[in-house]
């Protein structure tokens, strides 16, 4: 019998994670309110809001469960709905299955921290965000920590990869983060998130021991200022303006991935230099002639 894995918020990160999850010999469900883009995926489709608890009896048993929802929109009850609400009614449905799943995964974000102030932080670091964002994410994280059901949660950085060139195209505008105060910036390659998704999936079905909470950031925080000129070097770009904040929500911390890489997981990208190097080829950034 094939191992299930059901993935709740099957976008981006959701539908390669299932097709890399295929090629081992899984079975994959991917739940999404618009399932289009799960075609020719060999991902099994439901369409469902989870956010609806008159449905969730359709969801199917499984193995490995990963919650990787993404909230409608940048607001309060958005963010409600899609996290605490959205986990909690999952949870409370999946513990009275005759056959509950062995590992429920819930993909978490560095926003919980509140630290701006360049600290390291890890998994043990104190969390008390002050944002909407934050404060909904936490509460989702711990009722998943708190129930009864085995649960990691995994917190990734800011996410770039394909699609997700937004500091690129400043860059190439001519535009950068000051140097001074350095603002320090934590980032993870999309095919790195589906790798750490991978592994702990992989772990758990082995029954080896997960710890409950994993931070998911590459192995070397940088300044912004010091990204944003290295990518202006490879794109023969002179940056001609500062911008005061570049980040919609201003933070500054170091991300230590220690634990992660002690559980056996080596980066694909292990920092910005060699995921951004890809993005910038894959991307079409680059001239003909650095291409080649």
């Known amino acids: 019998m094939k191992n299930t894995t059901l993935i709740i918020g099957c976008g981006d ?66 963010y409600a709905d899609a996290y605490p609400k959205g986990l909690k009614a999952v949870l409370g449905e999946l513990e009275t299955r005759a056959t509950p799943p062995k590992r429920v995964f819930f993909v978490s974000s560095t926003g919980v921290y509140a630290q701006q102030a360049g600290e390291v932080v890890d998994e043990t670091s104190e969390t008390e965000p002050t944002g909407f964002s934050g404060l909904l994410m936490r509460e989702a994280e711990q009722a998943l920590l708190d129930h009864p059901l085995p649960g990691t949660v995994v917190r990734f950085s800011g996410i770039y990869g394909p699609g997700r060139d937004r500091l690129i195209r400043q860059v190439k505008e001519g535009r950068v983060a000051a140097a001074n105060p350095p603002m320090y910036s934590n980032r993870i390659h999309r095919d790195d998130c589906v790798g750490v998704l991978a592994h702990l999936i992989a772990l758990a079905l082995d029954n080896q021991p997960l710890e409950s909470l994993y931070l998911a950031s590459d192995c070397e925080p940088t300044p912004l200022h010091e990204v944003m000129t290295w990518m202006a070097g490879k794109l023969k770009v002179e940056l001609t303006e500062t911008i005061q904040s570049p980040l919609r929500r201003r933070a500054s911390k170091r991300c230590d991935n220690t634990r992660l890489r002690d559980s056996g997981y080596r980066f694909q990208y292990p920092t910005f230099r060699e995921g951004y190097e890809d993005v910038l080829k894959q991307g079409g950034f680059l001239s003909a002639t650095e291409n080649a």
């Open 13 to 78: 990160i959701g539908i390669q994670l299932g097709k890399r999850l295929i090629d081992v010999g899984q079975r994959v469900v991917g739940v999404r309110r618009n399932i289009a883009p799960l075609a020719e995926t060999g991902i099994e489709a439901l369409a469902l809001d989870v956010t609806d608890p008159a449905v969730l009896s359709r969801l199917p048993d499984a193995e490995t469960i990963v919650y990787i929802l993404s909230a409608a929109r940048f607001d309060e009850n958005a």
